[in-house]
T-cell receptor, first 113, second 113 residues
């Protein structure tokens, strides 16, 4: 079965630190790699996404790094803030799937003040 | 637009009872997905529809689960009879044609005693 493996399961970071969450995938047909952010009691929401034709994408404090040869991608949160405390899901998709994403199991991030 | 609206937000029921979860998708978004979220298994796709037609129901765990989309503005997920292992948060999500972005509802938290 197609899988996206995500680590760590949970992460505690001090305010101002860097949070790093890693994902690995198997299917080389995947061509879209989003990250979703979920706050308690809410549904996941798209945070940032990348396609494999670039190695990095940055939006504010959030950066995706992508390594196509290793079939890995990661989310970096710079200057982590308590408001970033949430569960983060990586996902993968391929052209034509119309949103049928394969999700990782999630990382619960806690940013301590 | 109010986004994807789910009801009920919380449901507590006893084993053997029928459960019906409801979803009002975003107008004009042709793809509708039902996901289940648990700590153990993360986000699992149960079924998805395109233009009210079920496309892939391979994620539906058992015959006890059924989903319908009688029109573009309403979908239901029914569990009959319910079991304690069905306890989870159930999400409804939308994408629009040609887009990979999933817009989730706030979820329905089901507890089966």
């Amino acid at each position: 079965q197609q899988q996206v493996k995500q680590s760590p399961q949970s992460l505690i970071v001090q305010k101002g630190g860097i949070s790093i969450i890693n994902c690995a995938y198997e299917n080389t047909a995947f061509d879209y790699f989003p990250w979703y952010q979920q706050f308690p009691g809410k549904g996941p929401a798209l945070l940032i996404a990348i396609r494999p034709d670039v190695s990095e994408k940055k939006e504010g404090r959030f950066t995706i790094s992508f390594n196509k040869s290793a079939k890995q991608f990661s989310l970096h949160i710079m200057d982590s803030q308590p408001g970033d405390s949430a569960t983060y899901f990586c996902a993968a998709d391929y052209g034509g799937s119309q949103g049928n994403l394969i999700f990782g199991k999630g990382t619960k991030l806690s940013v301590k003040p | 637009d109010a986004g994807v609206i789910q009801s009920p937000r919380h449901e507590v029921t006893e084993m053997g009872q029928e459960v019906t979860l409801r979803c009002k998708p975003i107008s004009g978004h042709d793809y509708l997905f039902w996901y289940r979220q648990t700590m153990m298994r993360g986000l699992e796709l149960l079924i998805y529809f395109n233009n009210n037609v079920p496309i892939d129901d391979s994620g539906m765990p058992e015959d006890r689960f059924s989903a319908k989309m009688p029109n573009a503005s309403f979908s239901t997920l029914k569990i009959q009879p319910s079991e304690p292992r069905d306890s989870a948060v159930y999400f409804c999500a939308n994408t629009s044609p040609g887009a990979n972005v999933l817009t989730f509802g706030a979820g329905s938290r089901l507890t089966v005693l």
